[in-house]
Nanobody
């Protein structure tokens, strides 16, 4: 059974950095799209960043551009986060799909079949 396991979350001060990891029990090249989503209390889950393993193409939501970087290797998905802000506080999830979805659907969480359990990121003084 496929497993996605996130790690690397924690408490950090504004301006700090964290690197999230998602260990995947199959090769990342098996998937069409790999993404990080996040969900803050009282809000809907939102897509943060995605990568298409076959091409290396990446996608970011506006508020994280220039601060977050998504990468992968054969068995892991990563999210390097710098200059963190209080509004980045959320539970972060990695997600994967084998389906060939259009680029406008990359941040649609209902298109993803596989999810991790989430890791908490808290940005606060």
């Amino acid at each position: 059974q496929l497993q996605l396991v996130e790690s690397g979350g924690g408490l950090v001060q504004p301006g700090g950095s964290l690197r999230l990891s998602c260990a995947i029990s199959r090769s990342t090249v098996d998937f069409y799209s790999l993404c990080w989503f996040r969900q803050a209390p009282g809000t809907a889950r939102e897509g943060v960043s995605c990568i298409r393993p076959s091409t290396g193409d990446t996608l970011y939501i506006g508020p994280v551009k220039g601060r977050f970087r998504i990468t992968r290797d054969n068995a892991n998905l990563y999210l390097q986060m710098i200059n963190l802000k209080p509004e980045d506080t959320a539970v972060y999830y990695c997600a994967a799909t084998e389906k060939h979805i259009p680029v406008w659907d990359y941040f649609s969480d209902d298109k993803y079949d596989y999810w991790g359990q989430g890791t908490q990121v808290t940005v606060s003084l």
